[in-house]
């Protein structure tokens, strides 16, 4: 492989001044552009897979080979907002906006997040937030169908005789377009301060992801076959954590968390 990429990236912050309206007010929005480039050279030598005795279990071969490239602008706004509606209670809000060449989609993505101390001895500390959050699309799944096809043999046990093949595996993407991941995701946590020196805290977090990309084989008849990419993927993450943290001292603390 022989690659070049290029990235230009502008953007912009304003931050508007702080206001009361039911509390207080830190506002601020933004927008950026992104210019991606990305051409280069993509060959591959044969490849052979060899058992454990010997014998020859597969043989792939590439067709072609040469020049692959693709160009990919995106674009973002937002707006964001730290809300105190009173000094023990603050939220955050959030709304961003995504484009990616790639898919074509238009993706809004709400947020909200929160802070909360319920006493008021404000040892005690309620956080959380939800969210969803749009990946970028890698150039490489827009080259996908670009890339020389393998030619896939197979052999049986002796390592002559072919059982399958060749069969050549054409690039494909469901239904000639990519769709731009996404996770929606939720987080709590609570941290109390029990003693002058001593810090409890539990948190959880959830993320569930969808439109991950997935290549998947099929195998057509004369000896045809397809290398699908999908965003047919899905993941689940779960955490829980405890922590606890001692101060010994100004200048060191120890933490213990599972």
């Known amino acids: 492989q022989d690659r070049e990429s290029f990235r230009h990236d502008w953007r912009q912050i304003y931050h508007f001044p702080l206001f009361r309206a039911a509390g207080t007010h ?6 950026q552009v992104v210019v991606n ?4 050279i993509y060959q591959n030598l044969p490849v052979t897979i060899r058992r454990e ?3 020859t279990s597969q043989v792939i071969r ?29 939220l955050d809000l959030g709304l961003r906006y995504d484009r990616d060449q790639l898919s074509g989609q238009n993706n809004f993505a709400p947020r909200l997040g929160f802070v909360y101390a319920p006493f008021r001895d404000n040892k005690t500390a309620v956080r959380g937030g939800i969210g969803l959050f749009y990946d970028k699309i890698p150039l490489a799944p827009g ?3 670009q890339l020389p096809p393998p030619v896939v043999t197979r052999f049986a046990a002796d390592g002559v005789t072919v059982v399958d093949g060749p069969r050549r595996f054409a690039h494909v993407l469901d239904h ?8 929606l995701s939720w987080q709590f946590q609570v941290d109390r301060e029990l003693t002058r020196r001593l810090l409890f ?3 959880y977090e959830q993320r569930e992801t969808h439109n991950d990309f997935l290549v998947e084989p099929f195998a057509g008849p004369n000896n045809t076959g397809t290398l699908l990419l999908a965003s047919s993927g899905r993941q689940r993450y779960r955490e829980f954590q405890w922590t606890v943290r001692y101060q010994l001292s100004e200048r060191s603390n120890f933490f213990a968390s599972y």
Do not use: C, M
């Open 53 to 55: 005795d010997g014998t």
């Open 176 to 183: 000639n377009r990519l769709k731009t991941p996404y996770s």
């Open 143 to 145: 080259t996908f169908t």
């Open 37 to 40: 480039r990305y051409h280069g």
């Open 62 to 90: 590439y067709v072609g080979g040469g020049p692959i490239g693709r160009d990919k602008n995106e674009y973002t706004g937002f707006v964001q907002e730290k809300w105190a509606i009173w000094p023990r209670f603050t």
């Open 201 to 203: 805290r539990f948190g």
């Open 26 to 31: 830190l506002l601020k929005a933004g927008y």
